[in-house]
T-cell receptor, first 117, second 114 residues
Framework: DAGVIQSPRHEVTEMGQEVTLRCKPI?????LFWYRQTMMRGLELLIY????????DSGMPEDRFSAKMPNASFSTLKIQPSEPRDSAVYFCASSQGLAGVWWETQYFGPGTRLLVL | DQQVKQNSPSLSVQEGRISILNCDYTNSMFDYFLWYKKYPAEGPTFLISISSIKDKNEDGRFTVFLNKSAKHLSLHIVPSQPGDSAVYFCAASGEAGNNRKLIWGLGTSLAVNP
């Protein structure tokens, strides 16, 4: 079985440009998570979805960040306009999202390394 | 403010010896704790977990100990192998009923020397 798939693996862009990160969760998983990893702050949860509905977006740093999950097999994280301080590794993770189960193993993708110049 | 703290950024041990990675937390509402392992250029992978109703959980060479009164947990790897060299993250959950949010430490980089 394929794991969580993220694209692109690396992205270099200039300040002010729009960046779109993509994620395909594991088939059958109903919960999807977007994380950002930096040296200073470690792994931070940006947003998570359950059954394609955003449940907690309190980690989204500001209005420049937006995330969508139009269907169970695809999600995007968009940064517009991008800034140098957005440079980080962005991970997508998925879990089964079983009803009534509040914690499950999260399976991570390989991440997208973003550099904003 | 970090609710989950891994105070040692790095640790180096000899192959065959014990590796002990430590994690402290501040939120008494946390009731589930996990360790993830991360290799370079890969995402974190789940390693072992423990519920607050237990004080020890063992899986092969990996054992996690939980001391609730001290708000401290540790991961023991015995014996350590070179393939265990990775970054280890401690994470905690349980802030709210159905919230699947995990709070993560900054990680400890373990180097196991042959």
């Amino acid at each position: 079985d394929a794991g969580v798939i993220q694209s692109p693996r690396h992205e270099v862009t200039e300040m002010g440009q729009e960046v779109t990160l993509r994620c395909k969760p594991i088939s059958g998983h109903n919960s999807l998570f977007w994380y950002r990893q930096t040296m200073m702050r470690g792994l931070e949860l940006l947003i998570y979805f359950n059954n394609n509905v955003p449940i907690d977006d309190s980690g989204m740093p500001e209005d420049r960040f937006s995330a969508k999950m139009p269907n169970a097999s695809f999600s995007t994280l968009k940064i517009q306009p991008s800034e140098p301080r957005d440079s980080a590794v962005y991970f997508c993770a998925s879990s089964q999202g079983l009803a009534g189960v509040w914690w499950e193993t999260q399976y991570f993708g390989p991440g997208t390394r973003l550099l904003v110049l | 403010d970090q609710q989950v703290k891994q105070n040692s950024p790095s640790l180096s041990v000899q192959e065959g010896r014990i590796s002990i990675l430590n994690c402290d937390y501040t939120n008494s509402m946390f009731d589930y704790f996990l360790w993830y392992k991360k290799y370079p250029a890969e995402g974190p992978t789940f390693l072992i977990s423990i519920s607050s109703i237990k004080d020890k959980n063992e899986d092969g060479r990996f054992t996690v100990f939980l001391n609730k009164s001290a708000k401290h947990l540790s991961l023991h790897i015995v014996p350590s192998q070179p393939g265990d060299s990775a970054v280890y993250f401690c994470a905690a959950s349980g802030e709210a009923g159905n919230n699947r949010k995990l709070i993560w430490g900054l990680g400890t980089s373990l180097a196991v020397n042959p």
